[in-house]
């Protein structure tokens, strides 16, 4: 399909030339198209080469050399080949089969190992997962025990990894890696991608990679839409080697009580209803078949018809899921079933797994649903005449309505799509029929037909009765159970600042479209996220002014130097910053919640006579010299540069701005008294930045109305005028990093004549 994108600039041919030949590390792709696939944007990407490259079964195709058609030469090179094996003949699972996961998927592998737990199994399904560029682990359940599966970077690595795991489940979404050649210019945009993508991107190469694997014996491909000429050649490999490929375009298979792929057979209710839990003796095998002839179509099928044409859409199982719901219904239920799934050339047939039925002792009949288009059913017409099957064989083909349209009709899939008279659905029930297959007169017949082959096996002897097991019950996830109602479960944080789960963030119940609305700013964002509270608009700007004038005090404070020392060692942002940040503390800006504390507990000292119990406070003199005799220095006073004669400018823009704004500025006036009576003491200990902020903030606190006194108590308490120290500095601290690094700074080493050595 077309792109509606426009294109941005066109190249011209010189541009082209000079993107020739990056086969190597790195490929260059051109996108010409954008479709949606399971609601992910899929690129369609060509490369660019002077010549017809293979990659792991895909041919590359050149942009300029427009008389080679690619998939013309991989037709004709499959057509030269003759196979020299065939498909495995056998049973292909048991209770111990073990897969790779190709693609992380969580739902289809936590549905793959519930089954497992369902049937008994000691062992997980799943050995390992295969996810292009990433190793570790995944944690999943097994019943009720949380197992670590392990993830591989490679299909090459997880093989070497798991040698009994012989079966590979590929959820690679990537559709189609390389499309009809077409000019440069014709481009929308270009990528550049690293070579070990196209395994990942493509589920044609990955699938010829794990075909290739010694370990591995059956490939199923869930992907719909891989290009012919790939899936060609991966029958053609296959056959040559004695491997299976299941599908592309497939929900997977079964082998009831042993193993299942992916999202086969749905939920483990479904599982449970159609008694897949343990083995039957019904052999089942299907096509795919679609609902969007139903959509379109309503009026001209029955209800019972519209089941027979439902479609997974290669992933859901639907029809096989209807189809093992009526099995179970009327026999004792299902030994194997496979979807072989829908698209023109599947990797195997509907008559290689009847004929491998065939020689399984415990399948002792077979259901096989086709569908209209394609001459897939005509194979097994020929091995039934051939009297190569043994055993009841009962089929339905769908698509009997077809004919009711005067075009032609595809039912979704690549090969529900009717040809010529030979590809309908009644030319294909005919011919089964005549062969020996029990075929009905309609769908609505076929579970009859299924009942009746059954039990005529039953008289016969020939199936005896199945015994029946109590399933185990599949422990419920916890988020499944809640959502039920069935449990509650106490949550491990509580957050009462903030909520993300809406349609938008909100802090303190403010909408974040709110704030930026009303033109708020990041004191707003403060008093919302640090007070839950709205403050009024000279609070919120007495907040930005402290961060302001505490953003940065030079390179030579502590916390700076440190800083400088970290980044010009060549740590990175975050290292930079925390090694300042940590000299935060009592003798570098952390003392302001301690002058807030200790100024507050002065002046709001209640007097000794309980009769009263009245506010009387500290005189200066006795708050000073109390502390004096605790050995305590007093926070907020004490500065090494500044003296009584050159004041910090800050402190004093600070205290202009309260009392222009603030309606109360009894702790500051307090806390100038103090310095008035320490600077008598000594011309040094005049009042900090320290100071000005945590007595300030107590006015802001107590003058605004908006805080109880227990409030105020907590919020001195717990540090949160610190917390305005750390935040400001903070972004001198950065700036201090950037700085080093633009400058491009070596290793920091102390001067040794500023150190004194001594003994």
Request: hydrophobic letters at 40%; charged letters at 20%; aromatic letters at 8%.
């Amino acid at each position: 399909m077309a792109s509606d994108v426009e294109p941005h600039a066109k190249m011209n041919e010189s541009d082209e030339e000079g993107l020739k030949g990056l086969f190597c590390e790195w490929t260059l792709v051109i996108v010409h198209e954008i479709m949606m696939m399971d609601q992910i944007c899929i690129w369609i990407l060509e490369s660019i080469s002077g010549e017809i490259y293979p990659f792991q079964g895909i041919f590359c195709s050149p942009v300029h050399k427009k008389e080679k058609n690619v998939n013309d030469l991989a037709t004709r090179d499959l057509e030269r080949r003759v196979p020299i094996g065939a498909m495995a003949t056998g049973q292909l699972f048991s209770k111990t089969t073990q897969a790779l996961f190709y693609n992380y998927k969580q739902l289809p592998i936590q549905r793959m190992l519930d089954f497992d737990f369902l049937c008994g199994r000691e062992t997980p399904s799943v050995a390992g997962i295969i996810n292009p560029g990433s190793e570790g682990f995944q944690k999943l359940f097994f019943g009720q025990e949380e197992i670590a599966i392990p993830v591989h970077s490679t299909i090459e690595a997880a093989s070497a990894a798991h040698p009994t795991a012989d079966v590979f489940i590929n959820f690679a979404s990537f559709r189609r890696l390389v499309g009809p050649s077409r000019n440069i210019s014709d481009a929308y945009f270009l990528i550049l991608l690293p070579s070990y993508l196209f395994d990942f991107l493509s589920a044609a190469a990955s699938s010829m990679a794990a075909l290739k694997q010694p370990t591995i014996r059956v490939v199923a491909i869930i992907a719909e839409g891989v290009p012919e000429s790939d899936t060609k050649q991966l029958i053609a490999y296959a056959k040559a080697n004695n491997k299976v490929v299941i599908g592309p375009a497939t929900v997977g298979g079964i082998q009831a009580g042993a193993f299942k792929i992916g999202d086969t057979a749905g939920t483990i209710d479904n599982i449970i209803q159609c008694k897949l839990y343990r083995p039957g003796s019904v052999g089942f095998v299907s096509k795919s078949v679609s609902d969007h002839f139903k959509a379109s179509h309503p009026s001209l099928c029955s209800l019972s018809l519209l089941q027979a044409i439902r479609c997974d859409n290669g992933h859901k199982g639907g029809m096989s899921n209807e189809l093992y719901n009526t099995i179970a219904r009327v026999t004792d239920g299902i030994y194997e079933g496979i979807a072989i799934g829908g698209d023109v050339f599947p990797g195997s047939t509907l008559s290689d797994h009847v004929l491998r039925f065939n020689n399984i002792p415990q399948v002792k009949m077979m259901v096989v649903l086709g569908e209209l288009g394609g001459r897939d059913e005509y194979s097994l017409v020929e091995a039934l005449k051939q009297e190569k099957i043994n055993k009841p064989v009962v089929a339905w083909v769908s698509g009997t309505c077809a004919r009711l349209f005067k075009s032609e009709v595809q039912f979704g899939h690549a090969g529900a799509k009717s040809g010529g008279e030979m590809e309908s659905a009644q030319a294909k029930n005919e011919a089964l029929r005549e062969a020996g297959a029990v075929v009905p007169t309609s769908f609505e017949a076929f579970e009859g037909a299924i009942k009746e082959t059954f039990e005529k096996l039953v008289e016969g002897g020939k199936i005896t009765a199945v015994k029946e097991v109590i399933p185990p019950q599949i422990p419920e996830d916890l988020n499944t159970a809640i959502k039920s109602g069935k449990v509650r479960a106490p949550t491990h944080i509580i957050s009462t600042i903030s909520d993300d789960r809406g349609e938008e963030p909100t802090y303190a119940g403010v909408p974040m479209s709110s704030i930026v609305e009303q033109g708020l700013g990041v004191g707003d964002v403060i008093s919302l996220l640090w007070f839950k509270r709205s403050l009024p608009r000279y609070c919120t700007r007495f907040i930005e002014i402290c961060i302001m004038l505490c953003a940065d005090h030079g390179p030579c404070v502590s916390g700076a130097h440190n800083t400088i020392v970290t980044a010009r060692a060549g740590k990175d942002l975050v290292s930079s910053l925390v090694s300042g940040l940590l000299t935060i503390g009592p003798r570098f800006g952390g003392a302001i919640d301690d002058a807030a504390r200790y100024f507050k507990d002065a002046y709001d000292k209640v007097s000794c006579n309980v009769l009263l119990s009245v506010p009387e406070g500290l005189t200066p003199y006795e708050f000073v010299e109390s502390m004096k005799k605790k050995g305590i220095r007093v926070p907020g006073i004490g500065h090494r540069i500044k003296r009584g004669d050159n004041r910090d400018q800050r402190v004093e823009l600070l205290q202009r701005f309260a009392r222009s704004n603030f309606p109360s500025v009894k702790y500051m006036e307090y806390a100038v008294e103090v310095e008035t009576y320490t600077l008598s003491k000594a011309n040094n200990l005049v009042m900090n930045v320290d100071g000005a902020i945590g007595s300030l903030f107590l006015d802001l606190l107590a003058g605004s109305g908006m805080f109880t006194k227990q409030e105020i108590e907590e919020i001195v308490g717990i540090g949160y005028l610190n917390g305005l120290f750390v935040l400001a500095r903070s972004i001198g601290l950065i700036g201090h990093t950037f700085d080093q690094k633009r400058l491009k700074q070596p290793l920091y080493r102390h001067p040794w004549e500023d150190v004194l050595y001594t003994k």
